[in-house]
Antibody, heavy 116, light 108 residues
């Protein structure tokens, strides 16, 4: 069965950093593009970042460009999101999602709270 | 334009048909996908491509597109279909993923 499990969320002060991880299982991870998508409390879905299957192509939403870095380790079947210079508006549930432009499988999410 | 626009809320009587729409310039070039999200759960893909349903999605869900508007139709809405629905597509540049603001569906 296909599974995506996010981890690494938590409470962080404004200006701080967090690294999110997404562990994939049940499919050939290195053949799939991946995304991070977030959802602020009571709000809609917001795409954060995309990475190609090899990691050679990466895109970011303007709201996180220069602060967040997406990466993957295909040997470990894992996706990552390094988040620096965090702001209150980055508070959200962060989901990893499989398959680039039409995400078909989503994890349950990990919660990031940016507050002093 | 780099936005997808959805009506915030729609209601339907049990067993009736409802259409949820999504408008945006990028839809002239790319198909929309549709997601169902119930409270406290992750989004679930219900329609992708021209009109494709992932395994396990009932055939009462269907998708269509015309010009800059994509539609999700639920034929014979059930109580369990009450949820938030989001459309998405690539933006016109092809290197960003857009989501609509979501439509809250109430089944009466």
């Amino acid at each position: 069965e296909v599974h995506l499990v996010e981890s690494g969320g938590g409470l962080v002060q404004p200006g701080g950093s967090l690294r999110l991880s997404c562990a994939a299982s049940g499919f050939t991870f290195n053949t799939y593009e991946m995304n991070w998508v977030r959802q602020a409390p009571g709000k809609g879905l917001e795409w954060v970042s995309y990475i190609s299957s090899s990691g050679s192509t990466i895109y970011y939403a303007d709201s996180v460009k220069g602060r967040f870095t997406i990466s993957r380790d295909n040997a470990k079947n894992s996706l990552y999101l390094q988040m620096n210079s965090l702001r209150a508006e980055d508070t959200a549930v962060y989901y990893c999602a499989r398959r680039g432009w039409e995400p078909d499988v989503w994890g349950k999410g990990t919660t990031v709270t940016v507050s002093s | 334009s780099s936005e997808l626009t959805q009506d915030p809320a729609v209601s339907v009587a049990l067993g009736q048909t409802v259409r949820i729409t999504c408008q945006g310039d990028s839809l002239r070039r790319y198909y929309a996908s549709w997601y169902q999200q119930k409270p406290g759960q992750a989004p679930a893909l219900v329609i992708y491509g021209k009109n494709n349903r992932p395994s396990g999605i009932p055939d009462r869900f269907s998708g269509s597109s015309s010009g800059n508007t994509a539609s999700l139709t639920i034929t014979g809405a059930q109580a369990e279909d009450e949820a938030d629905y989001y459309c998405n597509s690539r933006d016109s540049s092809g290197n960003q993923l857009l989501f609509g603001g979501g439509t809250k569906l109430t089944v009466l």
